[in-house]
């Protein structure tokens, strides 16, 4: 017996279908999927997960998927799971570790005692649109370049607005395709103007669905960027209106790189900025270091165009993620905003927000000094690993068997996991507050044993 799975499309895209061979196990549980995936998708399906794929760990053969504000852990066997639509094939850890972390992607499981085990990896394929509906990259530089006036055009972000707060496409207008038809005035009078919508890429249905939505009030000319904001970042910055700089990140302290542009830095700085006069290869090393975190960054100067868009591209193009605060130092301060007296710093500093349970490494480092009769340390480390060193008093369960042990865990004691580099770790932390844990902990960072001494990373 067979049965048809795979992603819908909107209408105007082509959707992407394959038959596979049903398991024979116990009925599916209930499915989960994350809002967006309504766009498409009005319910969730039975035994399937409809969300963005996050972490893989090979070791425990499990991989973890964001649906909204929860984490699902899965777990697969490599000689068995089937992906489609990845970018790799062959190896199962090539496939794997080839997925864009936030890639949507539908996993289809089987509940095995309180594991689920996923059969069926489906990443959401490229959404066909019809090159006359299309503008592209070069079309869409030239029109940026001209502006709204010259150019006569409109361009809109059919993102969720918290999306749009990270950074968009210059001269876009926030018109979030969840929220069209309360937000469908932002559209212009003129039905017979340029309208061009864009979205995460060419596997986000939000864009086509706007412009078939524009079309259906009577737009005649509306097009579709397709390629999107993955393809405009690989060689452009972004822009940040200051509302939003101050608002959706400094504001609420959320972690962000300030840079100032500007030759000379008179009459005060944002907060926490940094001197970037230039994009030498000196000034790019200095954010080497932040590789790994993909830090957002923000460049301004004193009017968004005479340093700022120059130096912000060679961060974009150098692979960071950056911003051009729209307008300048000149619009911060037009929208009211204040400015710190002094010079910017010299040295650039970035600290993360900590995952949700994340303990830190010297809160850690005194646990285990002295484990408290409250708390339990849990080593979730493979048992070849264990047996080159282990904290004295821990417990072992291996990660890929936390969900059908929980009985051997104490409920009324904090639990702290840790593996050997974090990830491990963090998928236990999910799995036993999905359990019903609710004093849960773990350790987000790098833990050897030489000679079975531990050494522990920060």
């Not at 790799?88 to 850890?93: A, F, S």
């Not at 969720?160 to 309360?182: D, M, R």
């Not at 972004?238 to 840079?259: F, R, T």
Request: hydrophobic share 45%; with cysteine.
């Amino acid at each position: 017996m067979q049965r048809v799975i795979g992603f819908l499309a909107p209408v105007g895209a082509v959707a992407m279908v394959l038959a596979v061979a049903s398991p024979a196990v116990a009925a599916p549980a209930e499915g989960k999927q994350a809002k967006v995936c309504f766009t498409c998708h009005k319910t969730a399906e039975a035994g399937a997960v409809r969300g963005h794929f996050d972490e893989v760990s090979m070791k425990s053969k499990s991989f973890q998927m964001k649906v909204d504000g929860d984490v699902e852990v899965l777990f697969f066997d490599p000689a068995a799971l089937k992906v489609v639509n990845a970018t790799e094939t062959g190896d199962m850890e090539k496939v794997l570790k080839s997925i864009k972390k936030g890639a949507e992607a539908r996993a289809v499981y089987t509940v095995d005692g309180n594991v689920k085990r996923v059969s069926l990896l489906s990443l959401k394929p490229k959404l066909k649109v019809a090159a006359e509906k299309q503008v592209t990259t070069e079309q869409l530089e030239q029109l940026v370049a001209m502006g709204p006036e010259k150019g006569k055009y409109f361009l809109f972000d059919a993102r969720p607005a918290p999306k749009y707060a990270e950074g968009y496409i210059p001269t876009a207008e926030s018109l979030p395709f969840p929220a069209f038809e309360k937000e469908k005035g932002k559209l212009p009078a003129d039905k017979g103007a340029l309208v061009i919508f864009y979205c995460a890429g060419t596997t986000c249905a939000m864009s086509p669905a706007a412009r078939d939505a524009a079309e259906k009030l009577g737009y005649t000319n509306a097009k579709i960027y397709h390629e999107g904001i993955p393809a405009w970042t690989k060689a452009h910055p972004l822009a940040l209106a200051p509302k939003l700089l101050q608002e959706a990140w400094l504001g609420k302290q959320q972690p962000i790189i300030v840079l100032d542009a500007r030759k000379k830095a008179a009459g005060g700085v944002i907060a926490g900025a940094v001197a970037f006069p230039e994009a030498s290869k000196a000034a790019l090393d200095k954010l080497y270091r932040f590789r790994k975190m993909r830090p957002p960054i923000v460049v301004y100067d004193e009017d968004g165009a005479t340093r700022a868009p120059a130096v912000a591209k060679a961060i974009a193009a150098a692979g960071y993620p950056a911003m051009v605060l729209t307008g300048g130092i000149h619009a911060w301060q037009g929208a009211g905003y204040a400015l710190t007296a002094g010079a910017p710093a010299e040295a650039i500093a970035y600290v993360p927000k900590p995952k949700a349970g994340e303990v830190p490494a010297s809160e850690f480092k005194a646990l285990v000094g002295a484990i408290p009769s409250d708390t339990v340390i849990l080593d979730v480390r493979n048992a070849d690993e264990v047996a080159g060193g282990a904290f004295k008093g821990s417990v072992h369960i291996p990660a890929d068997q936390v969900a059908n042990r929980t009985a051997d865990l104490p409920k009324d004691k904090r639990i702290v996991a840790h593996c050997s580099t974090g990830l491990r770790a963090e998928m236990a932390y999910n799995v036993l507050k999905g359990a019903g844990f609710t004093s849960v902990a773990f350790l987000n960072t790098t833990v050897e044993f030489d000679d079975g001494a531990p050494e522990i990373g920060e």
